[in-house]
């Protein structure tokens, strides 16, 4: 069993920045990937950002060159540095923990609001 803590989230204006941490009580050295999705209210949940086992990233068309994803490994933590952000980046934003031997995990949320 995994358990995954998020932290980070809050308000900002847009054009700010915030950073998400997910820190998960595993090591996240070997596993399949750890990622970032979001939802905002009346839609379906997307994906934003992942990051392999072997430290690739993919991203989100709409956060390309925006976000970033990067990871800690002796802390057990993956991150989300959001940058030049914009109300449509407004959702509740989840960390997915994805490992062969534990199966996927979702953290609890983190609300995220962009607004003047």
């Known amino acids: 069993q995994v358990q995954l803590v998020e932290s980070g989230g809050g308000l900002v204006q847009p054009g700010g920045s915030l950073r998400l941490s997910c820190a998960a009580s595993r090591s996240i050295f070997s596993i399949n990937a750890m990622g970032w999705y979001r939802q905002a209210p009346g839609k379906q949940r997307e994906f934003v950002a992942r990051l392999l086992g072997g430290g690739f990233t993919n991203y989100a068309d709409s956060v390309k060159g925006r976000f970033t994803i990067s990871r800690d490994i002796a802390k057990n933590t993956v991150y989300l540095q959001m940058n030049s952000l914009k109300p449509e980046d407004t959702a509740v934003y989840f960390c997915?923990?994805?490992?062969?031997?534990?199966?996927?995990?979702w953290g609890q949320g983190t609300q995220v609001t962009v607004s003047s």
């Open positions: 997915n923990f994805d490992s062969t031997v534990y199966g996927s995990t």
